[in-house]
């Protein structure tokens, strides 16, 4: 049996299902973009590391499980199961996860390099002087079209069964391509036309594009919105909720909690922003990038232009200077930039798991779940341990994937080709961590009287202040007198309201200090934890990558 995803028209993350890889079609994904190129995925694996013991495929936990033997020696030949999946994203996460399978398994690769195959040959048979491929019937393209469409899993087994002859996963997909069209009248007569001209890293390339195109649009960068969102509303709810500042660890001057969490929402739209201006760019010239094959063969054609044509009809970006592989320079950029996006949020898992430390926050608990295998009393803060400890694994992946990618030795080397197959490792770990810290927003209540009671302790705060009004009204060494009375000493409301009734300020400013407490002086905090959402609805277009 094989773990499987269904989509119905109505969303992507509908209905999951345990499905034969064999018999097992797929429904047609609702994302806009895929649509118009006829996309339609049935879930596969996401991490590369996860093996295939003996040709075997996954078995569910909802299923039963097997070990088909165990050798004297101890090793274990065991079916590949949420068990013994060696990647934790397809095993004890998977649920969690496969969205993202459709687009960066090994099955969604396959998938998109029939695409772009067949849409090249669609391409051809439009150019008047490739007269050997003439415009195809309506009935023939239907047909390729369908070979699309109903792309199943079967018909990936297929391609691997010939890619063991081969030994080349591309070419796999042209011998595909030519055994199923080889019975059709019209299309059997230009068999050879598939992959013309052609490396491999035209297709794959076009392919990887829009294997990361799907992936973002439709999965990553609708949960990094849900995220944002969930922490603005932490903004503005908590708005005006005063709370003790600490710089390097100490009390400092007052804020509000709401203006806090503020300040993850606004940086982490603006690097949403950025991910979603990064152009994704496909290359289409050949061998080296000089069209060599093509103007042999056709040298009349304007190659270059075709060839941006083409790619420009995939939804991506045209990169004319190339040598045998796109340079990856905008995966470089992409992947920093996610890479960025997850360090603002190991910056608020660990904030947040500090407050929930100072009892600032409590957390719901749920009927069953256990905190400490010792200890009955623990409600550990783990979702944002959780989604700590996965961002660290996913920048990992990725920052390899954004050093690596732009260095290939002279015209190409085949270094990437193993680096991009774990895409998905990187952006999985991201949306589990995501998901994580989504799941402990949720769970997270304010304790107001935790911070009311760290801040009745601390009128220190109040130096500040008071030194800054004196400044104002040339009272001599206002900071000097303000340390003294404050610096290693305990301070409390009487000894500052005494000092303020000693201060030689105007009637009306000394009035104002007077009334001012830790509670109340919290600036503009509550002013720009409401407007939150102002600021980032003028960051927020365009939603989706170009």
Same mark, same amino acid.
């Given at each position: @049996? =094989?773990?499987?995803?269904?989509?119905?028209?109505?969303?992507?993350?509908?209905?999951?299902?345990?499905?034969?890889?064999?018999?097992?079609?797929?429904?047609?994904?609702?994302?806009?973009?895929?649509?118009?190129? %006829? $996309?339609?995925?049935?879930?596969?694996?996401? &991490?590369? !590391?996860?093996?295939?013991?003996?040709?075997?495929?996954?078995?569910?936990?909802?299923?039963?499980?097997? *070990?088909?033997? @165990?050798?004297?020696?101890?090793?274990?030949?065991?079916?590949?199961?949420?068990?013994?999946?060696? &990647?934790?994203?397809?095993?004890?996460?998977?649920?969690?996860?496969? =969205?993202?399978?459709?687009?960066?398994? =090994?099955?969604?690769?396959?998938?998109?390099?029939?695409?772009?195959?067949?849409?090249?040959?669609?391409?051809?048979?439009?150019?008047?002087?490739?007269?050997? *491929?003439?415009? $195809?019937?309506?009935?023939?393209?239907?047909?390729?079209?369908?070979?699309?469409?109903?792309?199943?899993?079967?018909?990936?087994?297929?391609?691997?069964?010939?890619?063991?002859?081969?030994?080349?996963?591309?070419?796999? /997909?042209?011998?595909?391509?030519?055994?199923? !069209?080889?019975?059709?009248?019209?299309?059997?007569?230009?068999?050879?036309?598939?992959?013309?001209? !052609?490396?491999?890293?035209?297709? %794959?390339?076009?392919?990887?594009?829009? @294997?990361?195109?799907?992936?973002?649009?439709?999965?990553?960068?609708? /949960?990094?919105?849900?995220?944002?969102?969930?922490? &603005?509303?932490?903004?503005?709810?908590?708005?005006?909720?005063?709370?003790?500042?600490?710089?390097? #660890?100490?009390?400092?001057?007052?804020?509000?909690?709401?203006?806090?969490?503020?300040?993850?929402?606004?940086?982490?739209?603006?690097?949403?922003?950025?991910?979603?201006?990064?152009?994704?760019?496909?290359?289409?010239? #050949?061998?080296?990038?000089?069209? %060599?094959?093509?103007?042999?063969?056709?040298?009349?054609?304007?190659?270059?232009?075709?060839?941006?044509?083409?790619?420009?009809?995939?939804?991506?970006?045209?990169?004319?200077?190339?040598?045998?592989?796109?340079?990856?320079?905008?995966?470089?950029?992409?992947?920093?930039?996610?890479?960025?996006?997850?360090?603002?949020?190991?910056?608020?898992?660990?904030?947040?798991?500090?407050?929930?430390?100072? #009892?600032?926050?409590?957390?719901?608990?749920?009927?069953?779940?256990?905190?400490?295998?010792?200890?009955?009393?623990?409600?550990?803060?783990?979702?944002?341990?959780?989604?700590?400890?996965?961002?660290?694994?996913?920048?990992?992946?990725?920052?390899?994937?954004?050093?690596?990618?732009?260095?290939?030795?002279?015209?190409?080397?085949?270094?990437?080709?193993?680096?991009?197959?774990?895409?998905?490792?990187?952006?999985?770990?991201?949306?589990?961590?995501?998901?994580?810290?989504?799941?402990?927003?949720?769970?997270?209540? /304010? %304790?107001?009287?935790?911070?009311?009671?760290?801040?009745?302790?601390?009128?220190?705060?109040?130096?500040?202040?008071?030194?800054?009004?004196?400044?104002?009204? #040339? *009272?001599?060494?206002?900071?000097?007198?303000?340390?003294?009375?404050?610096?290693?000493?305990? *301070?409390?409301?009487?000894?500052?309201?005494? $000092?303020?009734?000693?201060?030689?300020?105007?009637?009306?400013?000394?009035?104002?200090?007077?009334?001012?407490?830790?509670?109340?002086?919290?600036?503009?905090?509550?002013?720009?934890?409401?407007?939150?959402?102002?600021?980032?609805?003028?960051?927020?277009?365009?939603?989706?990558?170009?």
């Amino acid at each position: @049996m =094989e773990l499987g995803t269904s989509f119905s028209a109505s969303g992507v993350n509908k209905k999951m299902f345990l499905s034969n890889p064999i018999t097992q079609k797929s429904n047609v994904l609702p994302n806009s973009w895929l649509n118009q190129l %006829n $996309f339609s995925f049935p879930a596969r694996k996401i &991490c590369s !590391c996860r093996g295939i013991a003996k040709g075997s495929t996954i078995s569910s936990l909802k299923t039963q499980e097997k *070990v088909t033997g @165990m050798s004297s020696n101890h090793s274990q030949d065991l079916e590949l199961s949420s068990l013994t999946a060696l &990647c934790p994203l397809d095993g004890r996460y998977w649920g969690k996860v496969k =969205e993202l399978a459709p687009f960066m398994s =090994e099955y969604g690769l396959i998938r998109v390099r029939i695409l772009v195959e067949i849409k090249w040959l669609i391409k051809m048979s439009q150019i008047p002087q490739i007269v050997e *491929v003439p415009s $195809f019937s309506e009935e023939a393209q239907t047909f390729l079209h369908d070979l699309i469409d109903g792309f199943s899993m079967n018909d990936a087994l297929e391609v691997k069964k010939i890619e063991r002859v081969t030994n080349h996963d591309v070419k796999a /997909v042209e011998y595909f391509l030519k055994q199923k !069209c080889q019975s059709h009248p019209e299309i059997s007569k230009v068999l050879e036309f598939f992959h013309f001209a !052609c490396t491999s890293e035209d297709i %794959n390339n076009l392919a990887h594009a829009l @294997m990361l195109k799907g992936a973002l649009n439709t999965v990553i960068l609708p /949960v990094m919105d849900e995220l944002i969102k969930a922490i &603005c509303d932490m903004a503005t709810t908590h708005s005006s909720v005063p709370m003790l500042s600490r710089t390097h #660890g100490q009390p400092a001057s007052p804020t509000t909690l709401g203006k806090e969490m503020a300040i993850f929402a606004y940086r982490l739209s603006r690097e949403r922003k950025e991910i979603s201006q990064i152009e994704m760019l496909g290359k289409f010239a #050949g061998a080296v990038g000089n069209y %060599n094959a093509h103007v042999a063969a056709y040298p009349e054609i304007n190659w270059p232009e075709i060839a941006e044509e083409f790619v420009l009809s995939l939804g991506l970006e045209f990169n004319p200077y190339v040598p045998q592989i796109e340079t990856h320079d905008y995966m470089a950029k992409l992947f920093h930039s996610i890479v960025q996006f997850n360090n603002i949020l190991v910056d608020f898992d660990r904030d947040v798991w500090g407050y929930i430390s100072l #009892g600032y926050f409590k957390q719901t608990t749920k009927a069953g779940e256990i905190g400490s295998s010792t200890m009955p009393h623990k409600v550990n803060p783990i979702d944002f341990e959780n989604s700590e400890g996965n961002l660290g694994v996913a920048n990992g992946d990725l920052s390899h994937l954004s050093t690596k990618l732009p260095i290939s030795r002279w015209q190409r080397d085949l270094t990437d080709s193993t680096v991009l197959r774990n895409m998905g490792v990187g952006l999985g770990h991201s949306l589990l961590a995501y998901r994580s810290a989504l799941q402990g927003i949720q769970k997270l209540q /304010v %304790n107001e009287a935790a911070l009311m009671e760290d801040l009745d302790k601390t009128w220190e705060v109040l130096a500040e202040p008071i030194q800054t009004v004196m400044r104002r009204y #040339g *009272v001599p060494e206002p900071y000097e007198k303000l340390k003294e009375l404050t610096r290693g000493r305990a *301070v409390n409301k009487e000894s500052i309201r005494e $000092f303020i009734q000693k201060l030689d300020i105007p009637a009306d400013a000394k009035t104002s200090l007077l009334k001012l407490t830790p509670h109340t002086y919290v600036g503009a905090a509550a002013e720009l934890a409401k407007n939150v959402n102002e600021a980032i609805f003028l960051l927020s277009s365009p939603y989706l990558l170009k």
